[in-house]
């Protein structure tokens, strides 16, 4: 949980446009913003730094401090929303959302570009267009049609390429539900 724990890395990635009715997805995936931080405290977990492979005594050195990285990352979001209201997309929103908004909050003067509720779950969409239980919505579990072409490599920059890679194709794909009208 933040707070007593420490973001090391977090990327955010643009995945695409939706004024309302028509969603468009980015030709590519570069626009992309990446930092590894600074620890906030000394509780870590060993499982965690195992599975990112982020040197978490260099980061304690070399790491940027997290308002320098909340305040940048809140005017590149802004910058790349163009005018229009960014929202945070992730799967599953749970976990992202709890310590992204937790940092801007506390460490970006102008507060999380996302607001307090601007975000969108890929996980519980699936499972609407699926009609499936949530419980059965893992990514995991996605059809090959649905799921990224990229291996999830729990790198910061990969994952999110990979998450608004499935972002993508969920939002556009009919769903369950047109197929049996």
């Known amino acids: 949980?933040?707070?007593?724990?420490?973001?090391?890395?977090?990327a955010i990635v643009y995945a695409g446009s939706f004024d309302g009715h028509k969603f468009v997805r980015p030709q590519d995936?570069?626009?992309?913003?990446?930092?590894?931080?600074?620890?906030i405290s000394d509780s870590f977990q060993q499982e965690a730094l195992d599975v990112n492979g982020l040197d978490r005594d260099r980061l304690c050195a070399e790491g940027a401090a997290p308002e320098s990285a909340m305040t940048e990352a809140f005017h590149w979001i802004t910058a790349n929303a163009n005018g229009a209201k960014p929202v945070l997309v992730a799967y599953p929103?749970?976990?992202?959302?709890?310590?992204?908004?937790?940092?801007f909050t506390?460490?970006?003067p102008k507060g999380s570009p996302f607001?307090?509720?601007?975000?969108?779950d890929?996980?519980?969409?699936?499972a609407v267009k699926a009609g499936i239980p949530i419980s059965r919505a893992g990514r995991s579990k996605l059809n090959s049609y649905?799921?990224?072409k990229r291996q999830h490599t729990h790198h910061a920059v990969d994952d999110a390429i990979e998450q608004a890679e499935i972002f993508?194709?969920?939002?556009?794909?009919?769903?369950?539900?047109e197929r049996t009208r």
């Open 1 to 10: 949980m933040p707070g007593p724990y420490s973001i090391l890395s977090f």
């Open 29 to 39: 995936y570069n626009q992309v913003f990446y930092r590894e931080l600074r620890p």
């Open 93 to 103: 929103l749970s976990f992202d959302w709890t310590w992204l908004y937790w940092y």
């Open 106 to 108: 506390n460490f970006c």
């Open 115 to 120: 607001d307090y509720s601007r975000c969108f």
């Open 122 to 126: 890929i996980k519980t969409a699936h």
């Open 146 to 148: 649905l799921s990224s």
């Open 168 to 177: 993508a194709n969920i939002f556009e794909w009919a769903g369950v539900y």
